[in-house]
């Protein structure tokens, strides 16, 4: 499963017009904002930066977490663990599937939104 969508329903009321509004912007800003981190993704994993690599993992991890993004996060986490014990070459294996599952989830996001 790509996206939890019961974790995105429970940040509104879906019976709202003002929330489902709201929804809508923080999706976009979702997508203007993983544009810009798996953009940085693919630099950090080039430079082989252990230290960016991990923080930029940690704030997509919070972003998948936040709207339920299930197999963007479940990467994100691995990815994560493996630069947190240096294991730089196995995170860089793990990271570069990230891009791809987001865009798979971006595509199902933009459907409902």
Avoid: Y
């Avoid at 009321?13 to 976009?28: Q, S, Y």
């Avoid at 197999?71 to 791809?100: F, M, N, Q, R, W």
């Amino acid at each position: 499963m790509l996206i939890d969508w019961s974790r995105i329903e429970s940040l509104v009321d879906t019976n709202d017009p003002d929330d489902l509004n709201w929804l809508k912007e923080m999706i976009a800003s979702l997508l203007e904002n993983m544009a810009v981190r798996i953009q940085n993704l693919g630099q950090f994993m080039e430079a082989r930066s252990a230290k960016d690599l991990q923080s930029e993992l940690h704030q997509i991890k919070g972003v998948a977490a936040n709207f339920g993004l299930s197999a963007l996060s479940a990467l994100v986490i691995e990815a994560e663990s493996k630069a947190k014990t240096g294991d730089i070459d196995t995170c860089i294996s793990i990271a570069t599937k990230i891009a791809p599952i987001w865009e798979e989830t971006k595509l199902e996001l933009q459907k409902r939104f």
